[in-house]
Nanobody
Framework: VQLVESGGGLAQTGGSLRLSCAAS????????MGWFRQAPGKEREFVAT????????YYADSVKGRFTISKVNAKNTVYLQMNGLKPEDTAVYYC???????????????????WGQGTQVTVSS
């Protein structure tokens, strides 16, 4: 499985960016795809997740109402639309995938087997 993120960069407070995660290497119909982020000196944290099978979506409280996760099945691509960006959103953003989750809520980070290389998002004040 290969996950390749793109779309990071620099934005001003209140601005927008869209991240993409192109997935390849297998059929993802039973997978859960997630976005995580890691700021300097902090642990990697959950941002959003989407179930490939039924489009269930979950968000971290810190991004609800501002970020939107979506996917295009035909492209095997997951997106993270980020609006209303804040300086505290500055981090390296990672795409992740797991085929080992049968629960109802978002998988814990330990369940994700595959990770992208990360893309930097910097929000200036």
């Amino acid at each position: 499985v290969q996950l390749v993120e793109s779309g990071g960069g620099l934005a001003q407070t209140g601005g927008s960016l869209r991240l993409s995660c192109a997935a390849s290497g297998r059929t993802f119909s039973s997978y859960v795809m997630g976005w995580f982020r890691q700021a300097p000196g902090k642990e990697r944290e959950f941002v959003a997740t989407i179930f490939w099978s039924d489009d269930r979506i979950y968000y971290a409280d810190s991004v609800k109402g501002r970020f939107t996760i979506s996917k295009v099945n035909a492209k095997n691509t997951v997106y993270l639309q980020m609006n209303g960006l804040k300086p505290e959103d500055t981090a390296v953003y990672y795409c992740a995938a797991t085929g080992r989750w049968s629960g109802y809520g978002p998988p814990p980070i330990q369940k994700y087997d595959y990770w992208g290389q990360g893309t930097q998002v910097t929000v200036s004040s």
